[in-house]
């Protein structure tokens, strides 16, 4: 079964939510997706005044699969990867930056936003996004040591005779 | 056979030429290319003191391919098309922009070169070779008229007694 690479809960979650509001109100973006690189949505907000988003778990594939797609490109012009991408269309913008290995900030907004801003705005965000990212990795695995072996092993015992 | 939807030659394929060559002394831009939206290269102009350019065939198909991929991401957002995408490496830049309905605007330049000064440029350009392509497109069909059936039916009657 194919999984979200990251998992984000709890504190940390709340943590990224909050962010992804004070950039919202910060730049005038409409939607605001945190994506992971295999399409999964971690995190999404929308503006308070924005109208009904997209299919946004849609959005969220397309753009992970789009970024994994121009990874080709990037490799045949030397560049490891294209930390950011901008697809401008006629009224609005699509704005996709990497946030870190794992995940993808993804930005849409009307064509009268000023890019810099955004661009400013989103930045400071991927920074300590990456940070409260990195945390939850730095969690350490569930293990199993000697004596839940043993606990287990004479609780089967006890069961099956 | 897939074949380039447009035949660039002859005096407008030099007027084009003359344009992209403009566009590059104009913006400091390192590579630049004018890409048929089924993946052909109809031009390509390099500035002088660029290294040895990347495979551009292969860039040309890639950017093609990607155009076409995030129509479906476009039209999830309310839009015909991404007129204009760009894809921001560690080193470089790649700028697409659509010229017509039948062409993309292929760019690749450093990062140190701004940005706006190349939009602005290429807009200009875009304008002009859009024109140049629309007079390709109405060029008349050859159309063989009812002298020509005549003769040729002549002739092979002729040939074959």
């Not at 294209?82 to 993808?104: M, R, T």
Request: glycine letters at 8%; proline letters at 4%.
């Amino acid at each position: 079964m194919i999984e979200p690479s990251l998992a984000l809960y709890g504190e940390t979650f709340e943590k990224v939510e909050q962010h992804l509001d004070e950039l919202l109100a910060a730049t005038g973006v409409r939607y605001c997706l945190l994506v992971d690189r295999k399409g999964f949505v971690l995190s999404h907000k929308e503006a308070l005044w924005a109208p009904r988003p997209p299919a946004l778990d849609s959005v969220a594939t397309l753009v992970a699969g789009n970024a994994a797609a121009t990874g080709a490109l990037a490799n045949m012009l030397g560049e490891s990867t294209f930390s950011e991408q901008i697809h401008q269309g006629e009224k609005g913008v699509l704005y996709v930056e990497s946030v870190g290995d794992s995940a993808l900030l993804t930005l849409i907004f009307d064509s009268s936003v000023p890019l810099g801003r955004v661009k400013v705005y989103a930045k400071k965000t991927i920074a300590v996004i990456t940070g409260l990212l990195k945390t939850l990795q730095d969690v350490p695995a569930v293990s199993f040591d000697q004596s839940f072996s043993t606990s287990a092993s004479a609780l089967l015992d006890d069961l099956l005779g």
